[in-house]
Nanobody, 115 residues
């Protein structure tokens, strides 16, 4: 089983930046992709960005040009750099890791964009 621990969330003003980190440990062999999802109050969880083991990235249209997903393979860590944050980016952000037959989730971290 893969354990995922997120960090870096918090409160930021509109237009500000935050960087989320997700450290993977445990049974990390065979992870095909990692990503970030988010869930705002009263809404379904939605994809934010993913990155494959080969480095291919994918973004939700709502964050393209503002968010950047990256990874440090040596540290088994994935990052989400969030710039030009908007009020609607407020949500709990979850890290996930995909293997061929399993998906693991972190506990989630709050990001609040407010003036």
């Amino acid at each position: 089983q893969v354990q995922l621990v997120e960090s870096g969330g918090g409160l930021v003003q509109p237009g500000g930046s935050l960087r989320l980190s997700c450290a993977a440990s445990g049974s990390i062999f065979g992870i095909n992709a990692m990503g970030w999802y988010r869930q705002a109050p009263g809404k379904q969880r939605e994809l934010v960005a993913t990155i494959t083991s080969g480095g291919r990235t994918n973004y939700a249209d709502s964050v393209k040009g503002r968010f950047t997903i990256s990874r440090d393979s040596a540290k088994n860590t994935v990052y989400l750099q969030m710039n030009s944050l908007k009020l609607e980016d407020t949500a709990v952000y979850y890290c996930n890791a995909d293997k061929k037959f399993a998906r693991s989730w972190g506990q989630g971290i709050q990001v609040t964009v407010s003036s």
